[in-house]
């Protein structure tokens, strides 16, 4: 962080600390009337697949990882921002009970259900806790908590039926692509059980 700061300022920059903690840094970086929020993050090691170069900030986690990451937000805060976020992986890109499933391999003290479970309890939200946003288009939060309440009673119904012994992996098709399981279907056996581990898997 220190490092950036120094060149950032270097670059004509202003830098605005604004939160500090053991593992996490937030700064406003201004230069004339342009501004961004960076945020400098102590990762876990434990991921799913290697960290990927990035042109622009150096290195990234990978997809997966960072949607694993932001499930897992929903038990550690009570942002609008990671509930909406959750709803949108679910919708556009893979399952809340296979996103939960997975990510529970990331905490040793939670499971699936008890992911989903608390993230229930705190989702419940106010037209104001949208203003510090920036949205790309208009949030119905009454629609938004409908699908809320059916990605997790999806995700509990898959728990339910998914093998213990198989917790906190990713399941990936033949492509390497995590999908939603189906315990039921004649694909389920020839689906790729990926955990995680330091460094990437």
């Given amino acids: 962080m220190a490092k950036d700061t120094v060149a950032l300022q270097a670059a004509g920059f202003q830098v605005e600390l604004s939160t500090r903690q053991?593992?996490?840094?937030?700064?406003?970086?201004?230069?004339?009337?342009?501004?961004?929020?960076?945020?400098?993050?102590?990762?876990?090691?434990?991921?799913?697949?290697?960290?990927?170069?990035?042109?622009?900030?150096?290195?990234?986690?990978?997809?997966?990882?960072?949607?694993?990451?932001k499930v897992l937000a929903l038990v550690g805060r009570a942002e609008v921002r990671d509930y909406l976020d959750c709803v949108y992986?679910?919708?556009?890109?893979?399952a809340l009970g296979a996103l939960a499933w997975a990510a529970a391999g990331k905490d040793p003290g939670l499971t699936p259900e008890y992911i989903?479970?608390?993230?229930?309890?705190?989702?419940?939200?106010?037209?104001?806790?949208?203003?510090?946003?920036?949205?790309?288009q208009p949030v119905d939060l009454k629609s938004v908590r409908r699908l809320w309440f059916e990605a997790a009673a999806e995700a509990e119904a898959l728990f339910e039926r998914l093998p213990p012994a198989e917790m906190g992996c990713l399941y990936l098709n033949a492509a390497g692509r995590p999908v939603r399981p189906d315990p039921g279907s004649a694909e389920f056996p020839k689906l790729t059980r990926h955990f995680g581990s330091v460094k990437g898997a």
């Fill in 22 to 69: 053991d593992t996490f840094y937030r700064a406003f970086v201004r230069r004339g009337a342009l501004s961004t929020k960076v945020e400098w993050v102590f990762d876990s090691a434990f991921r799913f697949f290697p960290v990927e170069p990035d042109l622009e900030l150096g290195w990234r986690l990978n997809f997966w990882d960072a949607a694993t990451n």
């Fill in 116 to 136: 989903v479970d608390w993230a229930k309890r705190g989702t419940v939200y106010q037209p104001q806790d949208l203003k510090d946003l920036r949205l790309s």
């Fill in 89 to 94: 992986l679910h919708q556009r890109h893979l």
